[in-house]
């Protein structure tokens, strides 16, 4: 081994690294890896070194700032390669921290502390001197000795590029050959039933190739094998275990075409995905001579320290303990070890935290700690239920006391609550945490230890949880998710979180209060229900039986009436401005158009999907001529006309629905739109009708009064071309019918939806909409989006899932009998204003001249069209008088 040209002596070791007091700048930290444990490391000493006693530089082979590999799957699903960037910007950003991207380490001079690094593709050079320095190189996918690995069609899934250029081959594949893509994914461990998962969702049949007697050999037992074997075949998904991979041969265009088996057997694929396992990337560590492991990965000792004082390394590359680990989790623990370390802790490697959760839609599954009961004198306490495709296991002490590990088959529900508990005695009869979620008398309440921990991806306890309601103040999920980063990666333990918050918050006395507002100390939810179910029909009712009617002048407020209005919407109380709830609307829902901010008003006229005839374009163009409004394509696929004037809403209006238009509802806490493609109608890549089911959808939910805006999207391939994903609710089409996605939005939060369901017929795709968007409409909170209520639903997605397609609650029929009432009971509400004198005469300038144009109103010409003048230009306009005449 080549010793450091500066030996270090024991008391330079032990002394706190920081700032050079002789030159009194930052010391210099080269990371070599830019994966999620470096992103960790280098989030984290940010956010403990204040003095900026480190300036960081962290080099990445790959093109791009670090990004959630554990969420590589989603990228199937359509969502962006840029979704998966981890954290923020800023920390790139910080003049402590430089990214290099695109750039490869090729050695390592220990003597002098420099590494040197060239830049992918165009061979520049840097030399970049390091007082510390630590290697995050990660791992690379293992590729078995089999002849033909190296065909086209056959891939790894490691990297987004992996991932891309899967689904691009996929993609093509389907479009040659005009039939379903074979697929097939040689090794049945998580990362492989991952990319079957994955296959599937391109719209690939898959079959998992395993080598071994069970799928997740290393995560579960020979129970829980059998079990998954059965739920996977359940998603339509083909196993074939004891099976070993001979040849991949190729087909007449060279590309791989077919698969042999050591026992004669062969399987025709069109693609094949190897998920193998991994190896570390320890070889730049091997060139610098440093210790390397039996196995390979660089040696170090519990503070993550090589032989070289000056040297660590992290993550997957790291041989700690004897091991090498291939998970996230004791990467993070490892990233924080060094972190601390650098800062002049003591802090040493815990131990290596082995739970994993299979991230495949319907398919749950879960695994921690002893998993298959090694420990001397280990008991195992099994409940198998085959029918409902259910298995745990709870390893236990040989008192029966003490919880050392679990398997978790088709129900993972106690997960969450179970893993913190590891090493610790339950409470009750152990027996009781493997019943079915709401069976009998529930599981036990267990109450976490403050240091039982709660996120092991980011190394959150249940105490700091809890400090974070009574330290810091958070009064809520979100909060606490800002204040300590539990349950901002893979998200697992959301449910434990939100248990703990609500737990501390109702322990301290802090009343967590449901009040919609002042005038109800109901929830928006259950305000809902009362008035469902008392038949209530207007708001001095409602306040009166409900509220507080005996507060000094108990008129509502703007949060109630609104609230009041849409709940009397969604439940078919007539008209927006029939009666006295006509007080109630919001500015938009009282005029039925969108305010502007001159003063004036946008029109949207209802496109159906995106869709429009030539003569109905001719008349909204001919309106919007003749009345001088500027025209705009909106994103949901149809026209907005900007400054009507509110005494010309009802002419225009009457214009659009003689000419078949109706109200686009472009105003309301309501259905706007369902965006669409044009499906296999003209698209090559088409395998559904996307238009024609959009125009259903916008048919049936038109005018559903919800507690926000609700969009929806429908793509008729996996190429997503309506952005779906991007929606409260999107639909993809599949060569068996439709998946659906719920959860998306834009707005200041975006997120991508998630799958609930796949493969429906269009019937049940339709009935599986109608439950999500009532119960949505029923439950959720005054103003929240889709995505945020999904979060607060007990069970989370999984929670809505069973809601929607298991009936969990027994609610289904009342959802059903809503929604079609709902659609039994629409009316366009510009036709009912133009029938309606008393409605129409709301609309005016001026109460004593209702058809005089405001005078204060100017605009000017840009690019063939008129906006409204800034104030500088409206004082010249209204000197000179109007430069665009307005007929109306």
């Given at each position: 081994?080549?010793?450091p040209?500066h030996?270090v002596?024991?008391?330079?070791?032990?002394?706190?690294?920081?700032?050079?007091?002789?030159?009194?700048?930052?010391r210099?930290?080269?990371v070599?890896?830019?994966?999620?444990?470096?992103h960790?490391?280098v989030?984290?000493?940010?956010?403990?070194?204040?003095?900026?006693?480190?300036h960081?530089?962290?080099?990445?082979?790959?093109?791009?700032?670090?990004?959630?590999?554990?969420?590589?799957?989603?990228?199937?699903?359509?969502?962006?390669?840029?979704?998966?960037?981890?954290?923020?910007?800023?920390?790139?950003a910080?003049?402590?921290?430089?990214?290099?991207?695109?750039?490869?380490?090729?050695a390592?001079?220990?003597e002098?502390?420099?590494?040197?690094?060239?830049?992918?593709?165009?061979?520049?050079?840097?030399v970049?001197?390091?007082?510390?320095?630590?290697?995050?190189?990660?791992?690379?996918?293992?590729?078995?000795?089999?002849?033909?690995?190296?065909?086209?069609?056959?891939f790894?899934?490691?990297?987004?590029?992996?991932?891309?250029a899967?689904?691009?081959?996929?993609?093509?594949?389907?479009r040659?050959?005009r039939?379903?893509v074979?697929?097939?994914?040689?090794?049945?461990?998580?990362?492989?039933?991952?990319a079957?998962?994955?296959?599937q969702?391109?719209?690939?049949?898959s079959?998992?190739?395993?080598?071994?007697?069970r799928?997740?050999?290393?995560?579960?037992?020979?129970?829980?094998?059998?079990?998954?074997?059965?739920?996977?075949?359940?998603?339509?998904?083909?196993?074939?275990l004891?099976?070993s991979?001979t040849?991949?041969?190729?087909g007449?265009?060279?590309a791989?075409r077919?698969?042999?088996?050591?026992?004669?057997?062969?399987?025709d694929?069109?693609?094949?995905?190897?998920?193998?396992g991994?190896?570390?990337?320890?070889?730049?560590?091997?060139?610098?001579?440093?210790e390397?492991?039996?196995?390979?990965?660089?040696?170090?000792?519990d503070?993550?320290?090589?032989?070289?004082?000056?040297?660590w390394?992290v993550?997957?590359?790291?041989?700690?303990?004897?091991s090498?680990?291939?998970?996230?989790?004791?990467?993070?623990?490892?990233?924080?070890v060094?972190?601390?370390?650098l800062?002049?802790?003591?802090?040493?490697?815990?131990?290596?935290?082995?739970a994993?959760?299979?991230?495949l839609?319907?398919?749950?599954?879960?695994?921690?700690?002893?998993?298959?009961?090694?420990?001397?004198g280990a008991?195992?306490?099994?409940?198998?239920d085959?029918v409902?495709?259910?298995?745990?296991?709870?390893?236990?002490?040989?008192?029966?006391?003490?919880?050392l590990?679990?398997?978790?088959?088709?129900?993972?529900?106690?997960?969450a609550?179970l893993?913190?508990m590891l090493?610790?005695?339950?409470?009750?009869d152990?027996?009781?945490?493997l019943?079915?979620?709401?069976?009998?008398?529930?599981?036990?309440q267990?109450?976490?230890?403050?240091?039982a921990?709660?996120?092991s991806?980011?190394?959150?306890?249940?105490?700091?949880?809890?400090?974070?309601?009574?330290?810091?103040?958070?009064?809520?999920?979100a909060?606490?998710k800002?204040c300590?980063k539990?349950?901002t990666?893979?998200?697992?333990?959301?449910?434990?979180?939100k248990?703990?918050?609500?737990?501390?918050?109702?322990?301290?006395?802090?009343?967590?209060?449901?009040?919609?507002?002042e005038?109800?100390?109901?929830?928006?939810?259950?305000?809902f229900?009362?008035?469902?179910?008392t038949?209530?029909?207007?708001?001095?009712?409602i306040?009166?039986?409900?509220g507080?009617?005996?507060?000094?002048?108990?008129?509502?407020?703007?949060?109630?009436?609104?609230v009041?209005?849409?709940?009397?919407?969604?439940?078919?109380?007539?008209?927006?401005l029939?009666?006295?709830n006509?007080?109630?609307?919001?500015?938009?829902?009282?005029?039925?158009?969108?305010?502007?901010?001159?003063?004036?008003?946008?029109?949207?006229p209802?496109?159906?999907?995106?869709?429009?005839?030539?003569?109905?374009?001719?008349?909204v163009?001919?309106?919007?001529?003749?009345?001088?409004?500027?025209?705009k394509i909106?994103?949901?696929q149809?026209?907005d006309?900007?400054?009507a004037?509110?005494?010309q809403?009802?002419?225009?209006?009457r214009?659009?629905?003689?000419?078949?238009?109706?109200?686009?509802h472009?105003?309301?806490?309501?259905?706007?739109?369902?965006?669409?493609?044009?499906?296999?109608?003209?698209?090559?890549?088409?395998?559904?009708?996307s238009?024609?089911?959009?125009?259903?959808?916008?048919?049936?939910?038109?005018?559903?009064?919800?507690?926000?805006?609700?969009?929806?999207?429908v793509?008729?391939?996996?190429?997503?071309?309506?952005?779906?994903r991007?929606?409260d609710?999107?639909?993809?089409?599949?060569?068996?019918?439709?998946?659906?996605?719920?959860g998306?939005?834009?707005?200041f939060?975006?997120?991508?939806?998630?799958?609930l369901?796949?493969d429906l017929?269009?019937?049940?795709?339709?009935?599986?909409i109608d439950?999500f968007?009532?119960y949505?409409?029923?439950?959720?909170?005054?103003?929240?989006?889709?995505?945020?209520?999904?979060?607060?639903?007990e069970?989370?997605?999984?929670g809505?899932?069973?809601?929607?397609?298991?009936?969990?609650?027994?609610?289904?029929?009342?959802?059903d009998?809503?929604?079609?009432?709902?659609?039994?009971?629409y009316?366009?509400?510009?036709?009912?204003?133009?029938?309606d004198?008393?409605?129409l005469?709301?609309f005016?300038?001026?109460?004593?001249?209702?058809t005089?144009?405001?005078?204060?109103?100017?605009y000017?010409?840009?690019?063939?069209?008129?906006?409204?003048?800034?104030?500088?230009?409206r004082?010249?306009?209204?000197?000179?008088?109007?430069s665009l005449e307005v007929?109306?």
């Open positions: 081994m080549t010793e040209k030996p002596t024991a008391t330079e070791t032990s002394a706190p690294y920081g700032h050079d007091m002789d030159r009194g700048v930052a210099r930290l080269v070599v890896g830019g994966g999620m444990v470096a960790r490391l989030e984290a000493l940010r956010d403990r070194d204040a003095d900026g006693a480190w960081v530089t962290v080099v990445a082979e790959e093109p791009r700032a670090p990004y959630d590999r554990v969420a590589l799957t989603s990228y199937f699903s359509g969502r962006d390669p840029a979704d998966l960037a981890l954290g923020t910007p800023d920390l790139w910080d003049p402590h921290v430089t990214l290099l991207r695109d750039t490869t380490v090729t390592v001079d220990r002098v502390r420099t590494v040197t690094a060239v830049r992918n593709g165009v061979g520049s050079e840097a970049l001197s390091y007082d510390a320095l630590v290697l995050a190189t990660g791992s690379s996918a293992a590729v078995p000795p089999v002849e033909g690995t190296d065909l086209p069609g056959v790894v899934y490691r990297t987004v590029d992996d991932v891309a899967l689904r691009g081959w996929v993609e093509e594949t389907a040659r050959r039939r379903p074979q697929g097939a994914v040689v090794g049945g461990g998580l990362l492989g039933l991952e079957a998962g994955a296959l969702a391109l719209g690939a049949q079959t998992v190739v395993q080598f071994g007697p799928l997740m050999p290393l995560q579960v037992d020979e129970g829980g094998g059998e079990a998954l074997r059965r739920l996977i075949n359940a998603k339509g998904v083909a196993v074939r004891n099976t991979t040849r991949l041969r190729p007449r265009d060279g791989v077919r698969m042999d088996f050591a026992d004669g057997g062969r399987l694929a069109d693609v094949v995905v190897l998920a193998t991994v190896r570390p990337r320890d070889e730049l560590a091997r060139a610098a001579g440093l390397i492991g039996p196995r390979g990965g660089v040696v170090v000792d503070a993550c320290r090589t032989a070289d004082p000056h040297v390394a993550g997957e590359v790291a041989c700690i303990q004897g090498c680990l291939g998970l996230v989790a004791p990467g993070y623990a490892m990233a924080e060094v972190v601390d370390r800062l002049g802790g003591a802090a040493v490697f815990p131990g290596a935290d082995t994993t959760k299979l991230k839609t319907g398919v749950d599954v879960a695994s921690f700690g002893d998993a298959f009961a090694q420990t001397d008991l195992e306490l099994v409940h198998a085959p409902a495709g259910v298995y745990t296991k709870l390893v236990l002490s040989d008192d029966a006391k003490t919880l590990g679990g398997v978790l088959v088709g129900d993972a529900s106690a997960y609550s893993r913190p090493g610790r005695e339950l409470d009750g152990p027996g009781a945490y019943l079915p979620e709401g069976a009998g008398t529930g599981r036990p267990t109450s976490l230890p403050d240091d921990a709660v996120c991806c980011n190394n959150v306890t249940a105490g700091t949880v809890r400090a974070a309601v009574t330290e810091h103040g958070c009064t809520d999920l909060g606490v800002a300590t539990a349950g990666s893979c998200g697992s333990c959301l449910p434990l979180v248990k703990l918050v609500t737990t501390e918050l109702e322990r301290t006395g802090v009343t967590v209060s449901q009040a919609l507002c005038h109800f100390d109901l929830s928006r939810a259950q305000l229900d009362a008035v469902r179910v038949g209530l029909r207007t708001f001095s009712e306040i009166a039986r409900h507080r009617a005996d507060l000094p002048g108990a008129r509502g407020c703007d949060i109630c009436k609104p009041v209005a849409s709940i009397l919407g969604s439940l078919g109380a007539g008209h927006v029939d009666g006295e006509a007080t109630l609307q919001d500015t938009n829902d009282h005029v039925m158009a969108n305010l502007q901010k001159d003063g004036t008003y946008s029109v949207v209802r496109m159906p999907g995106g869709e429009v005839t030539p003569e109905g374009l001719i008349v163009g001919e309106v919007a001529r003749d009345f001088g409004l500027y025209t909106t994103g949901g149809r026209i006309m900007f400054g004037r509110i005494e809403l009802p002419l225009i209006w214009r659009l629905v003689d000419a078949g238009f109706e109200s686009g472009a105003y309301g806490k309501s259905l706007r739109t369902v965006k669409s493609c044009v499906g296999q109608t003209w698209c090559r890549y088409g395998v559904q009708d238009v024609a089911l959009a125009v259903e959808l916008e048919l049936r939910y038109r005018g559903l009064r919800s507690p926000h805006k609700i969009k929806l999207g793509s008729g391939c996996a190429r997503e071309c309506a952005e779906a991007a929606k609710v999107g639909v993809i089409a599949t060569d068996k019918g439709w998946n659906v996605y719920v998306g939005n834009g707005g939060t975006p997120r991508h939806a998630q799958l369901a796949e017929d269009t019937p049940t795709l339709i009935r599986t439950r968007l009532m949505y409409v029923r439950t959720a909170d005054r103003l929240q989006r889709t995505a945020p209520w999904i979060e607060e639903v069970g989370g997605l999984d809505v899932r069973a809601v929607v397609l298991d009936d969990s609650l027994g609610i289904a029929d009342e959802l009998a809503a929604m079609a009432a709902h659609v039994e009971a009316t366009d509400e510009w036709r009912a204003t133009l029938d004198p008393e409605k005469a709301r005016a300038s001026f109460v004593n001249a209702p005089t144009p405001d005078p204060s109103l100017a000017v010409p840009e690019r063939g069209q008129r906006r409204p003048a800034t104030p500088a230009e004082e010249a306009v209204l000197v000179a008088g109007p007929r109306s």
